[in-house]
């Protein structure tokens, strides 16, 4: 680990530090996806190591799985936790109504389930996923292998009819192989440039035979927590209303960032 961390990890970590204010002991909590829902898992990790917190995790990726467990953090499934108190995880974009588009790191469908099966959905980010309007980074959508080429067709054709500038779609890859999800589907990524009803375009998606999920995620995150590069965050509810500002203090000699490199 370099002596100083980068705007952009001080912005995360400090997103995901703060996300801690709003976890209790006995807390049954879904764990995100992703770069900036590392850093939440290692916090996490940490209150359940130093302060004894006893909560339970419920990852969104075999990689959260893995991560959580070595940090110390007991792992149960969706369905042996049945309903979480909170779920938090990071976005690819979230506008002024707290929707989002997620799925980037290829982890959408987990984490809409089980975001869905919270009480509360925090998220947590750097300002540069903010966005007016929705659309510009690529819409995923996760598609079964049978057929894949139709199905991704048939989306195209659909989009034609929808309130949005691009039309394309492309196979996502890993090397030369199809990128493969945990689930065993395919991923096709919409470059639609900007989506001008989400939630039209959200339900017509999921109308496809071969889509099963898309990373429109619409009303279903409370709070955003946005980290700023010097240690600012801003933190948003949807339900109140209310924006308010607060500022985390951490050290990098922390326990946190012993193991990174
Ligand atoms: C994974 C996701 C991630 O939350 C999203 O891609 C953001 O990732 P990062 O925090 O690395 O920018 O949806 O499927």
Redesign the pocket.
């Known amino acids: 680990m370099s002596d100083t961390l980068s705007p952009i990890d001080t912005a995360?970590f400090v997103a995901a530090k703060k996300a801690m204010d709003y976890v209790e002991d006995g807390m049954k909590i879904g764990l995100?996806?992703?770069?900036?829902?590392e850093w939440m898992v290692r916090c996490l990790g940490e209150l359940v190591r130093e302060e004894g917190l006893n909560i339970v995790g419920v990852p969104t990726s075999s990689r959260t799985a893995e991560l959580a467990r070595q940090q110390g953090i007991r792992v149960i499934s969706l369905d042996e936790a049945k309903w979480l108190d909170l779920t938090i995880?990071?976005?690819?974009e979230f506008d002024g109504e707290l929707n989002l588009i997620?799925?980037?790191?290829?982890?959408?469908l987990q984490?809409k389930i089980v975001a869905t099966a919270s009480d509360q959905m925090i998220v947590i980010s750097d300002v540069s996923k903010q966005v007016d309007t929705l659309g510009a980074f690529p819409l995923p959508v996760e598609v079964i292998p049978f057929g894949w080429q139709t199905t991704k067709a048939l989306v195209e054709e659909t989009l034609v009819a929808m309130e949005v500038l691009g039309h394309q779609s492309t196979l996502r890859m890993n090397g030369e192989a199809a990128y493969v999800t945990d689930e065993g589907n395919h991923i096709i990524d919409l470059h639609l440039q900007r989506i001008g009803n989400a939630r039209q375009l959200a339900l017509v998606l999921n109308q496809i035979p071969g889509v099963v999920e898309n990373?429109l995620f619409i009303d279903i995150c409370d709070k955003v927590i946005i980290g700023h590069g010097d240690g600012r965050v801003t933190i948003r509810d949807i339900i109140s209303g209310e924006e308010s500002e607060d500022r985390v203090e951490f050290e990098e000699s922390e326990n946190i960032f012993a193991d990174l490199d």
Do not use: R
């Not at 997620?102 to 982890?107: D, F, L, S």
């Open positions: 995360k995100g996806t992703g770069s900036t829902a995880d990071g976005a690819d997620k799925g980037g790191g290829g982890a959408l984490e990373g």
